[in-house]
């Protein structure tokens, strides 16, 4: 059984900084594509940052400069660091899996989702 686990959400100030963690069980981590998407109320999910199985990473425009991916196959885990955080980050942040091709970041149509995590940023 697949499963992808977030964690590591909470409320900040502007400015702050979180670092949220995708952990999978059930898969071969190492061939699939990790993206971070995230939902704010009233609003579509968007993509906030990918990560190839090979490393390469994506941003959305939104995001770049401030945010990091990162993964670490023996642990099984993706990472997303969020520096410098803005009220307009806040949303419910989601990690998805695809098995991929070694380069591509951006998934569409993610086999795997995971329950997601609520990011707060007050101002």
């Known amino acids: 059984q697949v499963q992808l686990v977030e964690s590591g959400g909470g409320s900040v100030q502007a400015g702050g900084s979180l670092r949220l963690s995708c952990a999978a069980s059930?898969?071969?981590?190492?061939?699939?594509?990790i993206n971070w998407f995230r939902q704010a109320p009233g609003k579509e999910r968007e993509f906030v940052a990918g990560i190839s199985w090979s490393g390469n990473t994506d941003y959305a425009d939104s995001v770049k400069g401030r945010f990091t991916i990162s993964r670490d196959n023996a642990k099984n885990t993706v990472y997303l660091q969020m520096n410098s955080l803005k009220p307009e980050d806040t949303a419910v942040y989601y990690c998805a899996a695809k098995i991929t091709t070694r380069s591509v970041t951006r998934i569409s149509e993610p086999a795997y989702w995971g329950q997601g995590t609520q990011v707060t940023v007050s101002s």
């Open positions: 059930g898969l071969t981590f190492s061939v699939y594509a």
